[in-house]
């Protein structure tokens, strides 16, 4: 019996281990009607990166996937309605990351590394003072959502409130997926994001400040301002891009480092910011926090043995790409000295992930600030055999992960 013959991606079993089920796709079906969701899947690399090289080809905009109701996507429609990076192509694209990537710039990220080291210090020292810790909840949650809020401008007292709309709209997504109904808490939260956001988009254009928020609706060097709608949506996306990614990396390097304890000797014995980047990036490869991307075929295409039909939708999987072997040699196996070049976790092209460089920086320092405090880590008792990976078949990583000092 074959995996595929009913493969469901909202099924547990797929979340908690796609990667078998990726191995068939690939060499059986690397062209794959997903009925439920009425998309066509492309897993092998050549094909996923095609995909992503060709924006004119797949387009970002006005993506339908079946299942959610009418109503809710009409809900939906009302609040996130604005063009942000994810879901424009050029010429809005190009205007939008014009103006949004001056705050990505090398400079500008590796200048944010000493107050990205403070923070995982004083979170690694909080959560390793315990016998056992959540590792999700004692840094690898906190350590980015903090970071961005702070890069936006948002004020420290309504923190609270920017972290609670990030986790809502991260489950509220694989939820809608899977149920086709979105949650009131959801709309709630939306509604309550673009309200704030709207309010300090205002407040920043009459009195900016050195944030990011200011730098996006004050425009300049040529670069249209954006709108507070615009603000709120690249915030949205920014979530996404600089926050969800670096969570569920670190997340999963932890599962990796600890399931392959020989690996994990390598790291203890050569503790470097390099030997922490090159943790990071194998795990980028070896377990994607982002799985697949959805995106609109323009016209009819031949790929993959097959014809995707114009206007189809199509979903990439870059992690099954990342395990394809024409690429990566032995791609199951976690391999701290890999040449991880031409992996595709942050995407490729104009829709490269802005939050990339952020993401690379937050993790190799939080892990070596870790491997300086707790260099032997275990699983906790209390800590599931099976990981909590939540409904989602698009973002990767574990909802909780208890650990002990050993």
């Known amino acids: 019996m074959s995996l595929l013959d009913n493969l469901d991606f909202f099924h547990p079993d797929f979340i908690n281990n796609p990667y078998p089920y990726y191995a068939e796709l690939r060499e059986k079906a690397p062209l794959f009607w997903m009925q439920r969701l009425q998309v066509h899947v492309l897993s092998r690399y050549e094909d996923v990166a095609y995909v992503l090289k060709n924006p004119a080809l797949f387009s970002s905009v006005d993506i339908r996937v079946s299942g959610m109701r009418r109503q809710d996507r009409a809900e939906l429609k009302e609040l996130s309605s604005v063009s942000n990076l994810v879901n424009s192509d050029p010429p809005v694209h190009t205007r939008l990351r014009g103006l949004v990537s001056r705050a990505f710039l090398p400079k500008r990220i590796s200048e944010m590394e000493p107050r990205v080291r403070e923070l995982s210090r004083g979170l690694v020292a909080e959560m390793t003072a315990q016998d056992e810790f959540d590792f999700m909840d004692g840094l690898a949650s906190p350590l980015p959502v903090t970071i961005i809020a702070e890069m936006l401008g948002i004020e420290v007292s309504r923190r609270r409130d920017f972290k609670r709309w990030s986790d809502t709209l991260m489950s509220s997504t694989a939820e809608s997926m899977r149920t086709g109904k979105v949650s009131e808490e959801a709309i709630r939260s939306s509604r309550e994001m673009l309200a704030y956001m709207t309010e300090i988009a205002q407040k920043r254009r009459l009195e900016p400040r050195g944030d990011l928020i200011s730098l996006l609706v004050q425009g300049g060097e040529g670069a249209e301002a954006l709108t507070p709608e615009e603000v709120n949506s690249f915030a949205i996306v920014l979530l996404i891009a600089g926050n969800e990614t670096t969570t ?128 032997r880590l275990g699983f906790a008792s209390r800590q599931p055999e099976r990981v909590d990976y939540g409904g989602s078949f698009i973002l990767r990583g574990p909802r909780s992960l208890w650990l002990r000092k050993s």
């Open 248 to 375: 569920n990396l670190l997340g999963n390097a932890l599962l990796a480092l600890i399931r392959n304890p020989e690996q994990y000797e390598w790291l203890r014995r050569n503790p470097s910011r390099e030997a922490c980047a090159a943790v990071a990036e194998e795990t980028l490869r070896y377990d994607s926090p982002v799985l697949g991307l959805m995106r609109r075929a323009t016209k009819d295409v031949e790929l993959a043995g097959g014809k995707l039909p114009a206007e189809s939708t199509v979903m990439v999987l870059m992690a099954s790409a990342n395990h394809d072997p024409r690429k990566f040699p032995h791609p199951e196996r976690f391999d701290l000295q890999r040449d991880t070049t031409g992996m595709l976790s942050f995407g490729h092209g104009i829709h490269f992930c802005l939050g990339a460089p952020l993401s690379r920086l937050e993790a190799p320092v939080a892990l070596q600030e870790l491997m300086e405090r707790a260099p």
